[in-house]
């Protein structure tokens, strides 16, 4: 019988796995149970006591396509309205921590595994199903850990993962995004050093504080220079047409008074804004020890967000041009930005079975992502990865804000429609 995608996906958010601690294992033990009674085998990989990864192989052949996932959720917190791990089904909603982010792409990735199963669907090729540990925490006893020890045990030809906005409607039209890279990271310590003195003669001193103070504001008075890739391009040609609005040419210049009339909602304009340059965000500052002590030293993390093309180099170049040479700038991590080929087949197939199931005059775009998934760690790897956000039409649009928020919950319709992608796109690339 059918394991529908609203039952695993109650039973998840049932099962605590707030990282940290984590204790994903306990996810990767019922799901290993779920494709045991299939008939199924699977493995669950442990780099720490109750952080395991499950990884399950259906079909064979030369084809490889992975489905991959993180059952790990970002703590609850206060205020919501009903029991966080309640994982209740009420009208049509699945409710509770991790029903979007992103339990429902597990329950639709083992749903759609199962049913390919269970109907006996001939598959010329493998479907692996990995749900990895710790993303909500960099992904280094999950992906990372998968990507640096056991690459081979999710080597495929492509993967599909969580990353891409939810569906927009404008002018009536709804707008299904498919994500093709993220943005990287080049987090920063800024170190402002001084002389100590006494906080009643502040002159004679030289204070570490007030340096570091000048150099936060003009962080925040920064403005990047505007890079245009060819995904960001097409996206923002495709919603101006979209809008009614008519654009003769787009280059960098552009971008910005495009973005100041498009008639979209801000929290996607300022996504848009920051998929066309370097952000950054000054976000902790620490220094001085007491009122009466002119402090002489203070530190600021500076949160970095580069596009490609921007190494530590140009960063540092970029930071220089607004800094004074007195602080110093370390990079503490580096990740490069990571993207895959919106060109592939694979990338079209995407589009076609997406369009087919939202039907009427549904649009699908590319989409970056600002911040970062799993898929960092297969695109390094050199396995091309693409994020979905599918949701039904006529989503409860509220849910949006729900995502590391209160209240979090699901539609039982956006969860069919993620299977039936799932399903479909597994059945064509591989059959
Ligand atoms: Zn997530």
Same mark, same amino acid.
């Given at each position: ?26 996810? #990767? !033990?019922?799901? %290993?149970? =779920?494709? /045991? ?10 780099? @720490? ?49 991790? #029903? !979007?982010?992103? %339990?429902? =792409?597990? /329950? ?10 269970? @109907? ?10 990995s749900t990895m540990a710790d993303e909500e925490k960099g992904g280094h006893l999950g992906a990372g850990y998968l990507a640096a020890k056991h690459l081979d045990k999710v080597r495929a030809d492509f993967a599909v993962n969580e990353g891409a906005e939810q569906p927009i409607e404008v002018n009536g039209r709804l707008i299904y995004f498919l994500q093709v890279g993220e943005k990287g990271t080049a987090w920063s310590t800024l170190k402002a050093r001084g002389r100590a003195g006494h906080g009643s003669v502040p002159t004679l001193a030289d204070n570490a504080v007030v340096k570091m103070a ?218």
């Amino acid at each position: 019988m059918t394991v529908l995608p609203e039952k695993i996906l109650s039973d998840l958010i049932r099962i605590d796995s707030t990282n940290p601690p984590g204790n994903e294992t306990t996810v #990767a !033990l019922y799901l %290993k149970n =779920l494709f /045991a009674e299939a008939g199924i085998d699977s493995e669950i990989i442990e780099p @720490e006591q109750g952080r395991g990864t499950l990884i399950v192989r259906i079909g064979s052949g030369p084809k490889k396509l992975l489905y991959m996932a993180h059952s790990d959720v970002v703590p609850a917190g206060d205020g919501w309205d009903f029991d966080p791990f309640s994982g209740e089904i009420k009208n049509g909603i699945v409710h509770g921590r991790g #029903a !979007l982010d992103c %339990k429902d =792409l597990v /329950a639709a990735q083992v749903s759609a595994a199962l049913q390919l199963v269970e @109907e006996k669907t001939p598959l010329r090729g493998e479907l692996i199903i990995s749900t990895m540990a710790d993303e909500e925490k960099g992904g280094h006893l999950g992906a990372g850990y998968l990507a640096a020890k056991h690459l081979d045990k999710v080597r495929a030809d492509f993967a599909v993962n969580e990353g891409a906005e939810q569906p927009i409607e404008v002018n009536g039209r709804l707008i299904y995004f498919l994500q093709v890279g993220e943005k990287g990271t080049a987090w920063s310590t800024l170190k402002a050093r001084g002389r100590a003195g006494h906080g009643s003669v502040p002159t004679l001193a030289d204070n570490a504080v007030v340096k570091m103070a000048r150099a936060v504001s003009r962080l925040n008075n920064y403005r990047a220079e505007v890079v245009l890739i060819p995904e960001v391009e097409k996206l923002l040609r495709s919603l101006a047409e979209l809008c009614g609005i008519a654009i003769d040419s787009l280059g960098p210049n552009e971008v910005d008074s495009l973005l100041e009339v498009l008639p979209l909602d801000k929290a996607l304009l300022e996504s848009l804004r920051s998929m066309t340059r370097m952000t950054v965000s000054p976000n902790m500052i620490k220094g001085g020890t007491k009122t009466n002590i002119v402090p002489d030293y203070c530190e600021a993390e500076v949160d970095i967000r580069v596009l490609p093309g921007q190494d530590c180099d140009y960063v540092e170049k970029e930071l220089r041009l607004i800094i004074s040479k007195e602080i110093e700038i370390e990079f503490n991590e580096y990740q490069p930005p990571t993207f895959s080929d919106s060109g592939e087949s694979f990338f079209k197939l995407m589009e076609e079975i997406t369009l087919q199931l939202a039907g009427g005059d549904a649009v699908c775009l590319p989409v970056i992502s600002t911040g970062g998934t799993d898929s960092k760690f297969f695109r390094g790897a050199g396995i091309p990865a693409y994020g979905i956000g599918h949701m039904a039409r006529d989503f409860d649009q509220q849910t949006r804000t729900t995502i590391h928020g209160r209240n979090e919950r699901i539609d039982i319709a956006s969860l069919h429609l993620k299977t039936a992608f799932l399903k479909e796109l597994a059945r064509r690339y591989l059959g």
